[in-house]
């Protein structure tokens, strides 16, 4: 009798997995996308890697879960080429030193820019439902001496027009701040102080944003990709909730997600989030000669920002931007497996992370700025030829880049090692390819 309910369990147990799914899903799924396209997928990427664009790549594309709240189907996941190819430069010879490691699905990646949207937008579209900040709020209302725009008198008399920067103008590049700073000129006005490295620079960069930092155009006027706009959002994030940017996204949008590899590193903290195991992928062989491996490539967010900045310093894999991407498809819901016999009986534990109006809200391009197409900390539409409405992506400098069809229910995760070993690859075209083939699959 024992062995019968035991072999009755596993058996129920078998078929529940089978039907709950997992990487793939079971038949019914498998149907719904024409798995044998993505072999054009995988021509693209082989031939950028033997053109010399890049050295690796993981490419996933996840679907929307048919349930609408459970981690979305990884219909495809493929790692290519190799994550290193150097270890460094050598001193005498000035010539790069091979050492090659293949890339895996697994390799965590310096996200860079994508950052902005999967760091800082996901953390500040909890204080917006937290109702600690609005969309339209001055910025000057969280940091003080933040200074707006100002148009000079063009004749005697006139009055000097003044227009205040608000958040939603950070979100959507049209504050009229500059692309960014040079760290190393910009800590020279610190070096009669002393030794910059020894200051709190953080604190010095946001001061300089808000006293002395340029107001390029008028609020709302053009659209200039900018760096300091997320910076600044950082500011704000930190001084509402009294916490670093990397604890409050841990806190309020990675730990809920379960996320196993999606981290900063604060470069001042004794204690790393990873171990010398884990098969980060290194970016630019430095002017030193030596690889960058596990701290941030944006010199900013490295140096001036230690690591934690809201430009850039996030590190993730392709299996975690997966399951971001399916909360976001499923309108800020994701419902995880629960542990042990339960979760392969199919029974789950919800989190719900955001409300779906407030999703729409961000991936929506507003009616004020309509003519600058960006929604709020990504950019609209899927990228190459075959978009749809409410179609969001993000790219990161290093090579990474993040597309959701909202209206097609997938999502294309392409991440590259482009500055590796030196800052020279391309990736425009290869992402519109890519996203074509996938469009193409649905």
């Known amino acids: 009798m024992k062995r019968f309910l035991t072999i009755a369990t596993i058996s129920i147990v078998a078929v529940a997995a089978f039907f709950v799914g997992g990487c793939g899903g079971g038949f019914l799924r498998g149907q719904k996308f024409d798995i044998g396209r993505m072999a054009f997928a995988d021509s693209v990427i082989n031939t950028a ?8 790549a993981v490419l996933c594309v996840v679907r929307r879960a ?5 981690h979305g189907d990884v219909v495809y996941m493929k790692a290519y080429g190799n994550r290193q190819v150097v270890s460094g430069r050598d001193a005498a010879s000035g010539k790069f030193i091979p050492d090659t490691i293949a890339m895996t699905t697994d390799a965590v990646f310096d996200l860079a820019s994508l950052s902005k949207c999967v760091g800082t937008t996901l953390s500040f579209m909890h204080l917006l439902e937290e109702g600690k900040v609005r969309l339209s709020d001055n910025v000057a209302q969280y940091i003080p001496d933040f200074k707006p725009w100002e148009q000079k008198p063009k004749k005697r008399g ?3 027009e003044r227009e205040s920067i608000t958040i939603e103008q950070l979100l959507t590049h049209t504050s009229g701040l500059a692309a960014g700073i040079n760290p190393a000129s910009w800590m020279k006005r610190y070096e009669k102080f002393g030794d910059p490295m020894q200051m709190n620079l953080r604190d010095s960069l946001i001061s300089y944003l808000a006293v002395d930092a340029p107001r390029l155009s008028r609020p709302g006027e053009k659209c200039r990709y900018s760096c300091l706009n997320f910076i600044v959002l950082q500011a704000i994030i930190e001084k509402t909730t009294s916490m670093r940017l990397d604890e409050y996204a841990r806190e309020s949008v990675f730990e809920p997600l379960r996320l196993k590899n999606t981290w900063y590193n604060y470069i001042d903290n004794a204690a790393k989030p990873f171990s010398a195991e884990t098969p980060i992928v290194p970016t630019e062989v430095m002017a030193d000669g030596g690889l960058l491996w596990g701290e941030v490539h944006d010199p900013t967010a490295r140096i001036v920002n230690r690591g934690v900045s809201g430009n850039a310093g996030l590190f993730s894999t392709a ?3 997966a399951v971001i991407a399916s909360m976001l498809m499923n309108g ?9 016999v339960l979760g392969l009986l199919g029974f789950k534990e919800y989190m719900r992370l955001y409300g779906g109006k407030t999703i729409e809200r961000f991936f929506t391009v507003p009616e004020l700025y309509a003519e600058h197409g960006r929604a709020l900390g990504w950019d609209s539409g899927f990228f190459g030829d075959l978009s749809s409405a409410g179609a969001v992506n993000h790219t990161g400098y290093t090579g990474t880049s993040l597309a959701i069809d909202v209206e097609r229910g997938v999502a294309v995760i ?3 090692n ?9 990736l425009g075209r290869v992402r519109a390819l890519i996203s074509n083939i996938v469009a193409s699959a649905m």
């Open 414 to 416: 392409l991440l590259t």
């Open 49 to 56: 890697i033997a053109d010399g664009q890049f050295p690796g």
């Open 66 to 70: 048919e349930d609408g709240v459970s």
């Open 158 to 160: 006139d009055r000097v």
């Open 319 to 321: 299996e975690d931007l």
């Open 418 to 426: 482009r500055v590796h070993p030196h800052d020279d690859g391309s």
């Open 332 to 340: 800020g819901v994701i419902a995880h497996r629960k542990d042990g």
